[in-house]
């Protein structure tokens, strides 16, 4: 199976910062790489496919880079909604495995 | 609008199986996999098991063989997942989602099943 890694697991910062996300695969994924935003209680939001791919409606401040073993998420001025919980998914094949996720919280 | 709508919260004695229903609406049912995940708590989401309603295929987890049967209802457009001889490490969230290209685009809401004697 392949492994997925997410660091850091905690990130404090204010509205406004720049944050990045990275998420490393144990072994090459392409670009077979989802970013989901998850809060609280609720089901996971997906964000970013194809490692780079903003799905629709998602706000033009996500972005996403990678390929291989390397990926990144970055946030551009985060706003009130974006605290939350960030998760990597690799569907380069199966079983489709998750990071173990991002915590995003308020400093 | 694109909904997967999920059966409602189970207590499960150890030993008992469960059964979780997804009812999906607003795209064509046998058109995209339907694949189940679960999310015990403070972890991440863990893939199960998926099923093409429109081929007859599926594919499940290697963890879960043996327990987990998964199935459709096409006139219905709702998908099943039982897992069965629960212990209290299967307490967890489980989610059904539409899978496109291996990434999923639309989530259930849920169902928190907990096992407890």
């Known amino acids: 199976d392949i492994q997925m890694t997410q660091s850091p697991s905690t990130l404090s910062a204010s509205v406004g910062d720049r944050v990045t996300i990275t998420c490393r695969a144990s072994?090459?994924?392409?670009?077979?790489l989802a970013w989901y935003q998850q809060k609280p209680g609720k089901a996971p939001k997906l964000l970013i496919s194809?490692?780079?791919a903003l799905q629709s409606g998602v706000p033009s401040t996500f972005s996403g880079s990678g390929s291989g073993t390397e990926f990144t998420l970055t946030i551009n001025s985060l706003q009130p909604d974006d605290f939350a919980t960030y998760y990597c998914?690799?569907?380069?094949?199966?079983?489709?495995?998750f990071g173990p996720g991002t915590t995003v919280d308020i400093k | 609008q694109v909904q997967l709508v999920q059966s409602g919260a189970e207590v499960k004695k150890p030993g008992a199986s469960v059964k979780v229903s997804c009812k999906t609406s607003?795209?064509?049912?046998?058109?995209?996999?339907t694949q189940w995940l679960r999310q015990a708590p403070g972890q991440r989401p863990e893939w199960m098991a998926w099923?093409?309603?429109?081929?007859?295929?599926?594919q499940d987890s290697k963890k879960f063989r043996g327990r987990l049967t998964i199935t459709t209802d096409t006139s219905a457009a709702t998908a099943y997942m039982e897992l069965s001889r629960l212990t209290s490490e299967d307490t967890a969230v489980y989610y059904c989602?539409?899978?496109?290209?291996?990434?999923?685009?639309?989530w259930g809401q849920g169902t928190l099943v907990t096992v407890s004697s």
């Open positions: 072994q090459t994924i392409s670009i077979f």
């Open positions: 989602a539409r899978e496109v290209g291996g990434r999923y685009d639309f």
């Open positions: 099923i093409n309603a429109g081929t007859g295929g599926q």
């Open positions: 607003g795209y064509s049912f046998v058109d995209f996999p």
């Open positions: 998914q690799q569907y380069n094949s199966y079983p489709f495995t």
């Open positions: 194809q490692a780079s």
